[in-house]
């Protein structure tokens, strides 16, 4: 096995597990067809099940993956070719979604791997070939170009599109099959930058985010962080993450959790120590969270508990200020009373003289 596809290790690990993927729950007879793909001569791992070839210099190849309905019912399959990248979890990911590419990515994968047919139409329990074009960019470079094929059933798509709006639940039943183009097998050095710190919110929950941008074109796996953020050089939050694996050529949008803190207005600054198989990093980077920002998100975090001080002390002040006047009413009042008992007295006096 070469050195780069022991680095691959984690994608056929995550494919293998995750070629029936679902995108939102799916009951069992919503599975409506089945893939396989067709793994040519210049596979490179043939132990795994999805596409890692390797390519010549602008040379050009036709791939097909085998795709069955299973069901009684006409199916027709939607496929897209996006770009391997990784979410806010540390996992990479091989369809659209808020996760991006890094600018130093030169090659998308959508240009290089074209599904011959928009939609691919299967009649009941039909078998076909999904066929795929497949051109490597004529300059030769180091690393692999990493992405991934959807596929999705359209009839459930448009389905959804004819539900009402409100609804909260809705499945999406996809595969995901890798794909993976490279010239070289010899390994290449991880690289790993540091872009900007801010804060900001995930699940309307306040974090802290970090971009770790991965800039060669390989994975990174095995990856780990340990990242404190300081004020004059007090340590105010710290969070480690271990078993994570970026994308080539991704920005890692890495999320220190205030889990439930208040976000707090002031300059800051970000220590990252982050580690994968031998290679190590080292990042410090000032930041500031202003007054406006830690106030709009503080406002927005479900898990920040309400801050009654200021309730809580304007309740006592008048619980003082009522107890205060009641015993300044009695003590009135009998100081009164003390004044009329005493004029009776000498009222009483006056009159016996």
Same mark, same amino acid.
């Given at each position: 096995?070469?050195? =780069? ?24 007879? /919503? ?7 067709? =793994? ?24 097909? %993956? ?5 069901? !009684? ?7 897209? %070719? ?8 540390? %996992?990479?990911?091989?369809? @659209? ?12 994968? &959508? ?18 070939? #999904?066929? #795929? ?40 039943? &996809? ?8 010239? =070289? ?21 306040? %974090? ?8 060669? !074109? ?66 410090? @980077? ?33 619980? =003082?200020?009522?107890?205060?006047? #009641? ?12 004044? /009329?008992?005493?004029?009776?007295? @000498?009222?009483?006096?006056?009159? @016996?003289?």
């Amino acid at each position: 096995m070469t050195l =780069l596809r022991k680095k691959n290790w984690l994608i056929g690990l995550f494919l293998l597990i995750g070629l029936f993927v679902v995108v939102q729950p799916a009951a069992a007879n /919503e599975l409506t067809f089945g893939v396989q793909a067709n =793994l040519p001569d210049n596979q490179v791992d043939r132990t795994v099940n999805y596409f890692d070839l390797k390519l010549n210099p602008g040379q050009k190849q036709q791939i097909s %993956v085998t795709v069955n309905n299973s069901t !009684a019912k006409e199916v027709k399959i939607r496929p897209t %070719v996006s770009q391997a990248t990784t979410n806010l979890n540390g %996992v990479v990911e091989y369809n @659209k979604g808020i996760a991006k590419s890094d600018k130093t990515l030169k090659y998308k994968i &959508a240009d290089y791997v074209q599904p011959t047919e928009k939609t691919l139409t299967l009649a009941p329990h039909e078998t076909k070939q #999904l066929k #795929l074009n497949v051109t490597m960019p004529n300059r030769a470079f180091r690393g692999v170009i990493a992405g991934g094929l959807r596929l999705q059933d359209q009839n459930q798509l448009d389905a959804q599109k004819k539900q009402k709006k409100g609804t909260t639940v809705q499945n999406q039943y &996809a595969y995901l099959l890798g794909i993976v183009l490279q010239q =070289l097998t010899k390994k290449i050095t991880p690289q790993l930058k540091l872009g900007k710190v801010t804060a900001t919110q995930t699940n309307y929950r306040n %974090v802290i985010t970090s971009e770790l941008r991965n800039v060669s !074109a390989m994975y990174i796996n095995k990856f780990s962080v340990n990242a404190k953020v300081l004020q004059n050089g007090k340590k105010i939050y710290q969070q480690k993450s271990t078993n994570l694996q970026l994308a080539p050529n991704s920005v890692f949008s890495y999320p220190l959790r205030l889990n439930g803190e208040r976000l707090k207005a002031g300059t800051y600054q970000m220590d990252i120590i982050a580690k994968s198989k031998g290679h190590t990093w080292y990042f410090k @980077k000032q930041f500031t969270i202003s007054g406006k920002t830690a106030d709009k998100l503080n406002k927005r975090d479900v898990s920040i508990k309400p801050d009654h001080t200021l309730l809580y002390t304007l309740i006592g002040f008048g619980i =003082l200020l009522i107890l205060g006047g #009641l015993i300044w009413f009695i003590m009135h009042r009998k100081s009164r009373k003390m004044r /009329e008992e005493n004029q009776r007295l @000498k009222d009483e006096l006056a009159q @016996k003289k």
